[in-house]
């Protein structure tokens, strides 16, 4: 009997070209997001505002987050994969491009916050991808390969940014933003136009057992969605670890004025910053998909899970212990970047294995749905977590907040079954 039930399912080469073209579009997006973040000096100065406005730029993302997820669930749930996902697609190519064609602020804000309403449209549809094409043993190795492009355009975003406009406020050839803003509003556009060309909804077959049964509409699914008590610890650890995330991302120039970089000599502080983010972003596309693919030949999500919480903790620490403790500046940067790298190794890989879990232990609740919810939270930690920093302007303490915090959620993790009390019956 499982002999025959397995040949119903089939695997079509085609899944890697759709994973790629999402990947593309998901990643310029991102992009888009992190623009602003490591050349506030700059920007302030060429557009007329204060470091709030354009830290504004970037918070907007999580801001609209919040009240798109349930219309961007609600689209990808009724008009599928393709032309849901495209509804962002479209709106971060359009408004991509138009963020180059003023240099009055407002202006720019109102297409940021376009780009913005586009997110969730892309972010919601992870688990989709990877339920819609891909087999059992393959579903959270393509949600990472999914995550690995976010994490690459914001790697991206923060490595290249500081390099296509200076930093220095003394130096106004080099203030415009304007040419950098049309290159990631072309390659937005470019995107945009290859995805709804070649991306196709589904396969003929379906690849595995999760997309072939019937699922529950979104609007009556949701309801069931929280009487899931290991969905209700999964939703509180994408506060706390995908909250932290967004928190360093979007404020990391900020947050590392608590690290008091010198310049070194070809570099400026930003530039530094900058690499040091990038180093922690290529050590979450390196742990996304190592521990993916282990939790995957396992069938296991709660050990990851579990790891990935008390790592970032202990991570966290060590940043506090080294900036109060080493004083000599090279090995102190060094030391950082090496923190960096296993912070971002084995916090952000829970990102793909929590999102794969939500959706196995929600089925036959559309996997857009527990995707969205779960990043939806975590733009609210991301927002929580910035006001709690700014306003309590707690300088290195910063990472004695975030340890507690990734602490609690790896008590939360404990508590949580496994894959196993889940498995699909057939």
């Known amino acids: 009997m499982n002999s025959v039930e397995i040949t119903e399912y089939k695997v079509d080469s085609y899944r890697w070209i759709v994973l790629v073209l999402f990947g593309f579009v998901a990643l310029i997006n991102q992009m888009i997001w992190i623009t602003f973040a490591a050349i506030e000096p700059s920007v302030t100065g060429f557009y007329g505002v204060g470091t709030n406005a354009i830290l504004m730029l970037s918070l907007v993302f999580m801001i609209v987050y919040i009240p798109m997820n349930i219309p961007a669930a609600l689209a990808i749930d009724k008009f599928g994969l393709k032309w849901g996902t495209g509804i962002g697609v479209i709106l971060t190519g359009i408004f991509g491009i138009l963020r180059a064609v003023s240099t009055q602020y407002h202006w720019v804000l109102i297409f940021q916050i376009g780009c913005a309403i586009g997110q969730p449209f892309l972010l919601n549809s992870f688990t989709k ?10 579903k959270t190795l393509a949600t990472s390969l999914g995550t690995m492009f976010v994490l690459l355009g914001i790697l991206l975003g923060m490595l290249i940014t500081p390099f296509l406009i200076s930093n220095e406020p003394l130096d106004p050839k080099f203030q415009d ?60 650890l994408f506060l706390f670890g995908a909250g932290t995330f967004n928190a360093v991302s979007t ?56 790891l990935s919480a008390i790592s970032g903790a202990v991570c966290a620490l060590a940043f506090f212990f080294v900036e109060k403790y080493v004083t ?25 294995v929590g999102l794969t879990f939500a959706a196995e232990i929600t089925h036959p609740l559309p996997e857009e749905t527990s995707n969205g919810w779960l990043m939806w939270i975590g733009q609210i930690g991301g927002i929580g977590l910035l006001g709690i920093i700014f306003g309590m302007n707690t300088d290195v303490f910063n990472f004695i907040i975030y340890a507690i915090i990734l602490a609690i959620a790896a008590v939360f993790a404990f508590r949580m079954k496994d894959l196993d009390a889940y498995e699909i019956k057939s």
């Open 129 to 138: 991808v990877s339920t819609n094409w891909f087999p059992e043993k393959e």
């Open 177 to 236: 933003p304007t040419l950098m803003l049309y290159i990631y509003g072309g390659i937005a556009l470019a995107f945009m136009v290859v995805y709804l060309i070649f991306v196709k909804d589904k396969p003929e077959t379906p690849a595995n057992a999760f997309s072939d049964k019937t699922k529950v509409f979104e609007t009556k699914g949701t309801f069931s969605l929280f009487k899931n008590s290991d969905f209700n610890i999964l939703f509180i």
């Open 251 to 306: 404020g990391i120039a900020s947050l590392y004025n608590s690290i008091k970089v010198s310049s070194l000599p070809g570099f400026s502080p930003d530039d530094l910053l900058g690499i040091l983010g990038g180093i922690m972003i290529v050590g979450g596309i390196a742990g996304a998909i190592t521990l993916s693919t282990l939790s995957d030949k396992y069938r296991k999500r709660k050990p990851f899970l579990i």
């Open 328 to 352: 000599s500046f090279i090995p102190q940067y060094i030391i950082h970047c090496v923190i960096g790298f296993f912070f971002g190794f084995l916090l952000i890989a829970a990102l793909p």
